[in-house]
């Protein structure tokens, strides 16, 4: 019974930086890996990112390495995705989910169980 409610996301133009947050309620979320997904229109849900339930390891897709970073902060129960050099192609609903066991980082969305709304990321040209 995990409630996760994502924010951050807007319009904005190619190029720019905007910093997308989650947070989690009815547990903590410090005994879960977390990890974040974009939905296109018409397009199947992906794989963005990953971190471990300590925070030490983190996974990316291939397409955000290097412009994308994940965080948590298990004090405050939440979670960040920090987007740079954002692109049109980034152009997606993203949702917040935490791991359902040990092989979250394959990216994978039936290995993850709770899941926030999403937050709607529009990247401009």
């Known amino acids: 019974q995990v409630q996760l409610v994502e924010s951050g996301g807007g319009l904005v133009q190619a190029g720019a930086s905007l910093r997308l947050s989650c947070a989690a309620s009815g547990r903590t979320i410090s005994t879960y890996a977390v990890g974040w997904f974009r939905q296109a229109p018409g397009k199947e849900r992906e794989f963005v990112a990953a971190?471990?339930?300590?925070?030490?390891?983190?996974y990316y897709a291939t397409s955000v390495k290097g412009r994308f970073t994940i965080s948590r902060d298990n004090d405050k129960n939440t979670m960040y995705l920090q987007m740079t050099s954002l692109e049109p192609e980034d152009t997606a609903v993203y949702y917040c989910?935490?791991?359902?066991?040990?092989?979250?980082?394959?990216?994978?969305?039936?290995?993850?169980?709770?899941w926030g709304q999403g937050t709607q990321v529009t990247v401009s040209t």
């Open positions: 971190i471990s339930r300590g925070g030490i390891s983190t």
């Open positions: 989910a935490t791991a359902r066991g040990p092989d979250y980082y394959r990216g994978r969305t039936d290995h993850y169980r709770y």
